[in-house]
């Protein structure tokens, strides 16, 4: 899944990635919008909403569009 991110003011990151789904045959792409929150030097917690759209593999297959939340530590 590559991708770009754009850091945002106030902690706010938004990102678009790129989706092949190989064993489906199904493409698409994966907007986000994550939120970190520093809790040391060293360490930030991040909230992320993800929204995969996905197409295919067949004509009639038509769209897929879900969200999902990712929560997290980084280092």
Same mark, same amino acid.
């Not at 992320?48 to 879900?66: C, H, I, M, W």
């Given at each position: 899944? @590559? /991708?770009?991110?754009? @850091? #945002?003011? /106030?902690?706010?990151t938004f990102g678009l990635r790129l989706a092949f789904e190989t064993g489906a045959g199904q !493409?698409?792409?994966t907007p986000l919008i994550n939120k970190s929150f520093e #809790?040391? &030097?060293d360490l930030? !917690?991040?909230v992320e909403l993800v929204a995969p759209a996905r197409f295919g @593999?067949?004509? &009639?297959?038509?769209y897929t569009q879900?969200?999902?939340l990712h929560i997290g530590l980084g280092l």
């Amino acid at each position: 899944h @590559p /991708g770009v991110l754009f @850091p #945002l003011s /106030g902690g706010f990151t938004f990102g678009l990635r790129l989706a092949f789904e190989t064993g489906a045959g199904q !493409f698409g792409f994966t907007p986000l919008i994550n939120k970190s929150f520093e #809790l040391s &030097d060293d360490l930030s !917690f991040f909230v992320e909403l993800v929204a995969p759209a996905r197409f295919g @593999p067949n004509k &009639d297959s038509g769209y897929t569009q879900v969200f999902g939340l990712h929560i997290g530590l980084g280092l």
